[in-house]
């Protein structure tokens, strides 16, 4: 089925990170398609191991030349290789009374961060980050209003308020029978 679509566009990518079905069928819909154009703001949560899912459905070869087996193990050497650790160790003398031999409890932690390789390996060739200011320079002016007083009452009055100032607006059927309860 590869070639089937010429391109395919994924916005939220970050959600799709996951090993769930909808995570699942953007692997699908990149074989699929000659090119696959995935829309993110948030890349990744913090650490890198965010990351392996998307890599491993967009750039499974690279993932695979790399030596990582998809699947738990290889999103833990994924995280060994470009994220950040913690090691702690602890020995304790008193359980080591009656033995030579000392006693160790090792934990291992993910910690957040990521290094800087992932953008050369997986991110350089493939990958545009822009903002706004790079595609219009004439955007609308962007305002909020506070629509709720200072002390946090009036929070129905609040809520009318905001509605009446957005009729004409699809509010929706059950946005209005909330606010008339």
Request: hydrophobic share 35%; net charge positive.
């Amino acid at each position: 089925m590869g070639g089937w679509f010429d391109f395919a566009i994924a916005d939220e990518l970050h959600q799709l990170a996951g090993d769930t079905a909808q995570g699942n069928g953007l692997g699908v819909l990149a074989r699929a398609a000659k090119r696959l154009i995935a829309l993110t703001g948030t890349l990744m949560g913090g650490y890198a191991d965010d990351l392996f899912n998307i890599f491993y459905r967009m750039e499974p070869r690279t993932m695979a030349d790399e030596g990582f087996a998809y699947g738990g193990q290889g999103r833990r050497d994924f995280q060994q290789q470009y994220g950040v650790l913690e090691t702690i160790e602890k020995v304790r003398d008193t359980d080591n009374a009656c033995s030579r031999a000392t006693k160790k409890t090792i934990h291992v932690l993910k910690k957040p961060g990521a290094s800087p390789l992932l953008f050369g390996k997986f991110l350089m060739n493939t990958t545009a980050f822009l903002s706004l200011e790079d595609i219009a320079d004439n955007l609308p002016r962007y305002d909020e209003k506070r629509a709720l007083g200072r002390d946090g009452r009036g929070t129905r009055q609040g809520l009318r308020r905001t509605r009446r100032g957005h009729q004409g607006r699809d509010a929706g059927a059950s946005g209005q029978q909330e606010l008339d309860e």
